[in-house]
């Protein structure tokens, strides 16, 4: 590392000439692999589950019924225009794989941890750049993978994104179960191949590459999110590898590792001697965690976005920190609360709700926080920061019905029902899609020079805000009259038959919020190009990133790399002119930090 | 094709906002007012803003009113039919209730704060880092509150899956394929012949898989439908021939899923009969309101010239609801809870295991 440490002024001059192919394609600047991410995962991923969903909701709300855009974008599996069943639950696969792996934990850690961990503490690159190019390449072949499979022929995976055995695991019980899950697995596995080596280099970055008194109690919240979030996902994402590879020797080698006693379609199947309850511990072992994966980065978003706009010190610096790790290290020991019915030991049930309920505590702490942060501020209504209030909102509302779920009586009788997914919906759904709006609409001057438009930014959020609420309130109530999650149609059912409205009114809602997503891809695309161009601190942040070289270069800042004296809040801080003081600023004579 | 025209209107409303904004960028330019178009949010933002911050609180409450006017009479927040249903009901009510208080003031403080708190040219914000006192104070009431709803709960939750705490359960077995369920009653013995599904013979009519040698076997009663005496305990014994299902009896608050491979397990007591669920003054609402809409709904099928729908009788019912492929959306069966007499009027017609088998050759 000693080169960069001395990385002198006229180190761009010297700079060996770039190819386009070393500097858009297999580049191993950080800045460029961000944008990468957001292009693939968040951008190109997030439009095909968004119109996944919207078409699963079209088809809840008019069952049966022939509709054009079945007829135009599903084909075969439409005939004449009316959707077919086995290719309902394949969207609910696909939408959910798609929106929680690629869009919500590659997309948003991908992007934020890449452009942010060095920016923010004051590092060149990352700590191995071409391991950084390789994870991006790995996700890269994941995601093409994954397209693929919505085309093979007998259609995609459609055993649920959480691909329970046997289902998954036989080809008999369901088309998808073929090919489609072949490839589905496949993926995945470069997914997390991909997902480890991004993990191991953000860890070794926080740790090793933080620039002179860039101490870890002054690290900004979102390094500490990311920081722990890529712990998280280097614990549990081994454990989904594994699962995944045993379903593999189980589908295509004749091992007994999930299946036993299973007789179907008029003959005996030779397993013998397996779980399906297995699988379910080690899917959860990763797929509780996950939720965090995907929600750690949005809380530290919001975090920075919340006190740089409301131009106050995040309130409980200390307490925040401690709840993420808090938060971090439950999550690991919380699994068991997708299980209370599975027939898992009763009393197994009890310590999960135990530690499930206890999660609540620090979340309070930070939603507290971030309320008081608010309180006397100056808050700036900048299109981020909407975003992170509405974050602390849908955090709030999804996070509360978790009391419900969490406790094991009363899952028994709303578990798999729509009120779980409204709750999953709100408090990692729409919480951790805002957070990665605000983080975007934060940082575009940072990864584009330009300012996005912000009277688009406001229409883009009340929509969405106001779609998100219409769409997942009343799904609550549905769920509670019993309405199981999943069923391509409540038709045979007279006793829903009163939901019926309720759900086309959902259906607008959500064609509604998907549809202004336009308008943000819109204003992002002409930003881009046209946008005003951006002055170098336009939020009067003092975070490290708004020092750097606003022309983006190899390496990050023109001269030495800036030296950190104080924490990143130092917002309206008594004794200085201004109302923010960057963290490179020496502490003056007798001041304390803070 | 309703769907089409909804969508294509929404996306002529969004095209149309984008042009309007443009446009009113537009002429404030033209008209030569100074225009900022530094896209940060000037005083006049934070206002405007502002003013929605507290509309979107008003929005939150009133979807939250609406919605428990509209739907806080459904029949599962009341009205269980089992012995420990209530006692779920209790913990829920409860349960909601708190988080209503909770919702309702933390939104609040959200929401007024960001409206109170605009920012302006001339303001500055306090700079207020800490306060230990404060945050103890809400690391210490979730903690305790939650520690009452965790005993709560878990007293709850070791009651109902005690599988021991009723004496004499009459013991059913619910057994699970795609796409249909069944129930082995276990006959005047109340044990259920040993099975597994290495012994299905379709030839021979065993579909279950129960052993055929087996004693206890032999007055096994195989019924597609599930009939349950009225106040007496029942133990189900579930068991899958393929994939994970799942048997969810919402009106009795009970759920377990059907595992290929091994026997899961769930108690309840029914307490109230089909018949009398059915006079139950807020189901009749329900099935009058129901049925309204099926008429409306059978009135456009006769314009399409297709058989209009039956009209709806409530019943019990036992759904599958773990994802089980294809036809999960439809793998149901009726629940039918009555009197001792009526159950063994039932019983005695339907055919013991033995006499079921067909003789081969």
């Given amino acids: 590392m000693a080169e960069y440490i001395e990385f002198d002024k006229d180190h761009h001059a010297h700079h060996h000439k770039e190819t386009f192919i070393t500097k858009y394609i297999f580049s191993q600047d950080h800045k460029m692999i961000a944008k990468q991410y957001l292009f693939t995962g968040v951008f190109f991923m997030g439009i095909i589950g968004i119109l996944m969903s919207v078409l699963m909701r079209m088809q809840i709300a008019w069952p049966e019924q022939p509709?054009?855009?079945?007829?135009?974008?599903?084909?075969?599996?439409?005939?004449?225009?009316?959707?077919?069943?086995?290719?309902?639950?394949?969207?609910?696969?696909?939408?959910?794989?798609?929106?929680?792996?690629?869009?919500?934990?590659?997309?948003?850690s991908g992007t934020f941890s890449n452009l942010l961990i060095p920016l923010q503490l004051g590092a060149r690159d990352m700590a191995s750049g071409f391991l950084n190019m390789v994870a991006y390449w790995l996700f890269f072949v994941s995601t093409v993978l994954m397209v693929i499979s919505i085309f093979v022929e007998a259609g995609p995976a459609a055993a649920g994104w959480t691909i329970y055995p046997p289902l998954s695991a036989l080809e008999l019980a369901q088309p998808g179960s073929g090919l489609g899950m072949?490839?589905?697995?496949?993926?995945?596995?470069?997914?997390?191949?991909?997902?480890l080596l991004g993990s191991l280099n953000y860890i070794v970055t926080v740790l090793n590459?933080?620039?002179?008194?860039?101490?870890?109690?002054?690290?900004?919240?979102?390094?500490?999110?990311?920081?722990?979030?890529?712990?998280?996902?280097?614990?549990?994402?081994?454990?989904?590898?594994?699962?995944?590879l045993l379903l593999i020797m189980d589908r295509s080698f004749g091992t007994s590792f999930f299946l036993s006693d299973i007789f179907i379609q008029g003959e005996v199947l030779h397993y013998q001697g397996g779980s399906p309850v297995l699988f379910e511990h080690l899917f959860w072992f990763l797929g509780h965690p996950e939720v965090y994966i995907v929600l750690l980065p949005a809380l530290g978003i919001a975090s920075e976005v919340i006190s740089t706009h409301a131009r106050k010190p995040i309130f409980g610096y200390k307490a925040m920190i401690i709840s993420i790790l808090a938060i971090a290290f439950l999550s690991t020991i919380v699994w068991g609360h997708h299980m209370f019915v599975t027939g898992m030991n009763p009393f197994l049930g009890s310590v999960f709700t135990f530690t499930t309920l206890l999660i609540a505590?620090?979340?309070?702490?930070?939603?507290?926080?971030?309320?008081?942060?608010?309180?006397?501020?100056?808050?700036q209504f900048n299109p981020p920061m909407l975003f992170a209030i509405g974050f602390v909102s849908t955090f709030i509302t999804g996070g509360l019905t978790g009391i419900i779920l969490g406790d094991s009586a009363l899952d028994i009788n709303v578990h798999d029902t729509y009120f779980v997914v409204a709750h999953f919906h709100l408090v990692m759904g729409i919480s951790a899609l805002y957070g990665m709006l605000a983080g975007i609409y934060h940082w575009f001057p940072l990864l584009f020079g330009k300012m996005m438009n912000?009277?688009?930014?406001?229409?883009?959020?009340?929509?969405?805000?106001?779609?998100?609420?219409?769409?997942?309130?009343?799904?609550?109530?549905?769920?509670?009259?019993?309405?199981?999650?999943?069923?391509?149609?409540?038709?045979?059912?007279?006793?829903?038959?009163?939901?019926?409205?309720?759900?086309?009114?959902?259906?607008?809602?959500?064609?509604?919020?998907?549809?202004?997503?336009?308008?943000?891809?819109?204003?992002?695309?002409?930003?881009?190009?046209?946008?005003?161009?951006?002055?170098q601190?336009?939020?009067?942040?003092?975070?490290?990133?708004?020092?750097?070289?606003?022309?983006?270069?190899?390496?990050?800042?023109?001269?030495?790399?800036?030296?950190?004296?104080?924490?990143?809040?130092?917002?309206?801080?008594?004794?200085?002119?201004?109302?923010?003081?960057p963290q490179h600023i020496p502490l003056k004579k007798g001041e304390e930090e803070y | 094709m309703i769907t089409l025209f909804i969508v294509l209107i929404l996306?002529?409303?969004?095209?149309?906002?984008?042009?309007?904004?443009?446009?009113?960028?537009?002429?404030?330019?033209?008209?030569?007012?100074?225009?900022?178009?530094?896209?940060?949010?000037?005083?006049?933002?934070?206002?405007?803003?502002?003013?929605?911050?507290?509309?979107?609180?008003?929005?939150?409450?009133?979807?939250?009113?609406?919605?428990?006017?509209?739907?806080?009479?459904?029949?599962?927040?009341?009205?269980?039919?089992?012995?420990?249903?209530?006692?779920?009901?209790?913990?829920?009510?409860?349960?909601?209730?708190?988080?209503?208080?909770?919702?309702?003031?933390?939104?609040?403080?959200l929401y007024f704060f960001s409206y109170k708190y605009k920012g302006s040219k001339n303001s500055r914000a306090l700079f207020y880092t800490d306060n230990h006192k404060l945050e103890l104070l809400w690391t210490t009431i979730p903690a305790v509150v939650l520690t009452g709803f965790i005993t709560?709960?878990?007293?709850?939750?070791?009651?109902?899956?005690?599988?021991?705490?009723?004496?004499?359960?009459?013991?059913?077995?619910?057994?699970?394929q795609q796409f249909n369920w069944k129930a082995r009653y276990a006959g005047k013995d109340n044990v259920l012949g040993k099975s597994n599904v290495r012994l299905i013979n379709i030839d021979r009519a065993n579909i279950l898989g129960v052993d055929e040698n087996d004693p206890n076997g032999q007055d096994d009663v195989i019924t597609t439908e599930l009939h349950l005496p009225v106040d007496r305990p029942v133990l189900f014994v579930m068991r899958s021939q393929d994939v994970l299902h799942s048997a969810y009896m919402p009106h009795f608050r009970a759920q377990m899923n059907c595992v290929p491979g091994m026997v899961t397990k769930f108690t309840f007591t029914p307490t109230i009969t089909t018949e009398e669920m059915r006079q139950n003054p807020s189901m009749i609402d329900k099935v009058i309101n129901i049925n309204n809409i099926r008429e409306d709904k059978s009135k456009e099928l006769a314009l399409k010239g297709e058989e209009p729908l039956d009209p709806y009788e409530f019943d019990y019912l036992l759904l599958c609801n773990k994802i089980c492929g294809k036809s999960h959306y439809n793998m149901q069966m009726k629940i039918i809870v009555e009197t001792q007499e009526e159950f063994d009027n039932w019983y005695n017609q339907q055919t013991v295991f033995k006499n079921s088998l067909i003789a081969q050759n």
């Fill in chain 1, 67 to 108: 509709n054009i855009i079945f007829d135009f974008l599903l084909g075969k599996w439409a005939p004449e225009g009316v959707m077919d069943a086995d290719i309902y639950l394949a969207l609910v696969t696909m939408h959910g794989t798609i929106m929680v792996f690629f869009v919500l934990t590659a997309g948003l």
């Fill in chain 1, 182 to 195: 072949t490839l589905w697995l496949v993926s995945m596995a470069f997914f997390i191949a991909s997902s």
């Fill in chain 1, 209 to 244: 590459l933080r620039t002179k008194g860039m101490s870890l109690t002054r690290m900004p919240l979102t390094i500490w999110a990311f920081f722990v979030t890529a712990i998280i996902g280097v614990i549990s994402f081994p454990v989904l590898l594994s699962a995944a």
């Fill in chain 1, 361 to 379: 505590i620090p979340s309070a702490v930070k939603a507290f926080n971030y309320i008081t942060t608010l309180w006397k501020g100056n808050i």
């Fill in chain 1, 454 to 535: 912000k009277n688009l930014g406001y229409v883009h959020f009340w929509v969405t805000a106001i779609s998100a609420y219409g769409v997942f309130f009343p799904m609550h109530f549905i769920g509670m009259a019993g309405l199981p999650r999943r069923y391509y149609t409540n038709s045979n059912f007279p006793l829903f038959d009163d939901l019926a409205d309720t759900n086309q009114i959902i259906t607008m809602f959500a064609i509604m919020g998907a549809t202004i997503q336009l308008v943000f891809l819109y204003n992002f695309i002409y930003s881009m190009y046209y946008g005003k161009k951006a002055p």
């Fill in chain 1, 537 to 581: 601190n336009p939020w009067k942040s003092n975070t490290l990133e708004w020092t750097a070289s606003q022309k983006h270069i190899h390496g990050n800042w023109q001269g030495n790399i800036p030296e950190v004296y104080r924490w990143p809040y130092d917002y309206s801080k008594p004794g200085y002119n201004e109302d923010f003081v």
């Fill in chain 2, 11 to 109: 996306i002529f409303i969004s095209i149309a906002i984008w042009q309007m904004i443009k446009i009113f960028d537009l002429s404030r330019a033209i008209s030569g007012v100074k225009v900022d178009d530094s896209q940060i949010a000037n005083d006049d933002d934070n206002k405007m803003q502002a003013r929605f911050m507290l509309g979107f609180l008003a929005f939150i409450y009133a979807i939250t009113i609406f919605s428990l006017v509209k739907y806080g009479k459904f029949p599962l927040i009341s009205n269980a039919a089992s012995e420990h249903g209530e006692q779920i009901d209790t913990l829920m009510i409860w349960t909601m209730i708190l988080i209503f208080i909770v919702q309702t003031i933390t939104q609040f403080l």
């Fill in chain 2, 152 to 176: 709560y709960g878990l007293l709850t939750w070791s009651d109902v899956m005690n599988m021991k705490k009723n004496n004499d359960p009459m013991v059913v077995e619910l057994y699970a």
